[in-house]
């Protein structure tokens, strides 16, 4: 059976697509919660080094992750409203922005209570702590220049170049910790494998997919409500038939 | 392990809970924004509707 994806880069008919999907991204992200951080905190053994205090990871490496794939999947929605013209993609852009920002925020607060204890610090400033500082401040600009232009088109062009121009910033945070020396570790998890207790992976890696699906679910709501925003005057809004309208 | 042991985290609570507890702030937070961002646009939707009427 062939599906016509093209169909769904239309906002008129992905309006409703999104819809549907969000209970189905909402549900699982509240489980896989609850499931991740019951084995953080219940199955996953103390450090042997930091105690405690290391269960901030099962937080503080998802929300990173999250920061910098969001990020690149808002240049790329960018990228594509800004080569093909396509208004859905322009409006994801703008839908993902603030999720990247509070993800990136949950980085750097989470980290800062991690260095303190640590590290005896709140803050340094380390590549891999400066370039995710820089990694929210691009969020905000995206942010701030298109709400800063009234036409939403041209504001969709101009934060597209912004968030294209920043992707380079990825990059430098995740290879930070290998290209200088810094005080924030290198990554446990490396493709040869890691010297992780297994539970604590587990714990991780379910905490790090409900993140994931959250930021599809919150995503998707939102970028319905700027669906409707941006074609309130057009045909099929008018004649939309919905709960509250 | 008593609760009391648990809550205190090995000494770490205020870390801890603080990196938790905010991250939960935010998404609460969040979720509240979006909707009403939801509200705001569907009134955008019932003004147009009744200008055009």
């Not at chain 1, 790329?76 to 839908?95: K, P």
């Not at chain 1, 400066?130 to 969020?139: A, N």
């Not at chain 2, 205020?14 to 009134?43: C, D, N, P």
Request: hydrophobic residues 55%.
């Amino acid at each position: 059976m062939a599906i016509n994806w093209f169909k769904y880069s239309a906002p008129t008919t992905f309006y409703g697509l999104a819809g549907k999907l969000v209970p189905w991204f909402a549900a699982p992200a509240a489980i896989l919660f609850i499931i991740g951080l019951y084995i953080g905190f219940f199955v996953a053994p103390v450090d042997a080094v930091q105690g405690e205090a290391y269960r901030i990871i099962f937080i503080h490496v998802p929300a990173s992750i999250l920061s910098m794939f969001l990020y690149l999947i808002m240049a790329g929605y960018a990228a594509l409203g800004l080569i093909f013209n396509t208004r859905l993609s322009s409006m994801m852009a703008t839908a993902l922005a603030p999720t990247g920002a509070l993800f990136a925020f949950i980085s750097l607060w989470t980290g800062a209570l991690w260095g303190k204890p640590m590290w005896g610090a709140w803050w340094v400033w380390d590549a891999r702590l400066t370039s995710e500082l820089i990694l929210l401040f691009l969020y905000f600009g995206f942010i701030a220049l298109h709400a800063s232009i009234d036409d939403p088109r041209r504001a969709d062009r101009a934060a597209a170049l912004l968030a294209i121009v920043g992707s380079v910033n990825v990059p430098i945070i995740y290879f930070s910790v290998k290209w200088w020396n810094t005080l924030h570790q290198g990554s446990t998890i490396k493709f040869t494998g890691t010297s992780m207790h297994v539970a604590m992976q587990q714990a991780m890696f379910v905490t790090l997919v409900a993140c994931w699906m959250y930021a599809v679910a919150i995503t998707l709501l939102r970028v319905r409500s700027i669906i409707l925003e941006r074609e309130r005057n057009t045909q099929w809004v008018s004649e939309l038939k919905e709960a509250g309208l | 392990m008593s609760i009391a042991e648990f809550l205190n985290m090995g000494g770490y609570a205020f870390y801890v809970w603080g990196s938790y507890g905010v991250t939960a702030l935010v998404f609460i937070i969040e979720i509240l924004m979006v909707k009403h961002k939801r509200k705001v646009a569907l009134q955008q939707v019932c003004l147009m509707r009744e200008a055009g009427e």
